[in-house]
C-alpha cells in the first residue's frame, strides 16, 4: 500500500482517533461489567472528560469526510478507515443524519460493512423513537441486570433480515451481549 503524504497525515490523525475513541468504552465497559463502575459514575466521568475526547474526535473526522469523503482501507489502513464510522456512530444524532449518505456510500462502494450499517441504520431508528430493523440495539433493565433488544419492526424474520446483512443470528447476539 503506496500512501501520499496527505493520506499519510490522515492515516496517523485516524489511528488516534480510534485508540481515543476505543480506550475509555472498553475500559469503563469492563469496569461496569465487573460492577466496578455504576452506569451513574460512568455518565458523570463521561461528562466530565469523556465528551471532550468525543467532541475533539468529530471534529476531525467531520473534517477529513468534508473534504475527502470516506476514504477506504485500501488508501489509509483498516484501523483508520474504521475510526471514521466509529465516531459517526458515536456523535449526536445531528452529526449522524449528515453523514448517513456518507456512511451508505461508503457501504455501496465496500469502504464499510453491511454488518456496520445495519447497526448505524438501527441507532438511528432507536435514537428517533422508531423500531429498529436488524436488531442491533440494546437496553440495559437494571430489575433484571441484562440488556433487552430494543423494540424491532419483524421478530418473525429478524435472523433472515440478519444474515443478509452478515450479522449472527438474534439468539447468539443476544447471548453474547448478556455476557458483558
Known amino acids: 500500500m503506496v500512501l501520499d503524504l496527505n493520506m499519510i497525515i490522515i492515516k496517523n490523525k485516524l489511528e488516534k482517533v480510534y485508540d481515543l475513541d476505543q480506550n475509555y ?3 469503563t465497559g469492563k469496569l461496569i461489567s465487573s460492577d466496578q463502575l455504576s452506569r451513574e459514575e460512568y455518565e458523570k466521568l463521561y461528562d466530565s472528560k469523556f465528551k471532550k475526547i468525543d467532541d475533539q474526535n468529530i471534529k476531525v473526522v467531520c473534517d477529513i469526510l468534508d473534504k475527502h469523503g ?3 482501507k485500501e488508501k489509509i489502513g483498516y484501523k483508520a478507515s474504521y ?3 466509529l465516531v459517526i456512530q458515536h456523535a449526536p444524532h445531528e452529526i449522524k443524519l449528515k453523514y448517513q449518505s456518507a456512511i451508505e456510500e ?3 462502494n465496500g469502504k464499510l460493512s453491511k ?3 445495519a447497526h448505524f441504520v438501527d441507532r438511528v431508528l432507536v435514537e428517533e423513537g422508531k423500531k429498529q430493523i436488524y436488531g442491533t440495539q440494546y437496553k440495559f433493565d437494571e430489575e433484571t441486570g441484562k440488556y433487552e ?3 424491532i419492526e419483524s421478530i418473525a424474520n429478524i435472523n433472515e433480515i440478519r444474515k443478509e446483512m452478515g450479522l449472527p443470528s438474534y439468539e447468539e447476539d ?3 451481549v448478556n455476557r458483558r
Open 25 to 27: 468504552r472498553q475500559e
Open 70 to 72: 470516506f476514504i477506504g
Open 83 to 85: 475510526a471514521q464510522y
Open 106 to 108: 461508503a457501504v455501496n
Open 115 to 117: 454488518a456496520d450499517y
Open 149 to 151: 433488544l430494543e423494540p
Open 174 to 176: 443476544a447471548s453474547v
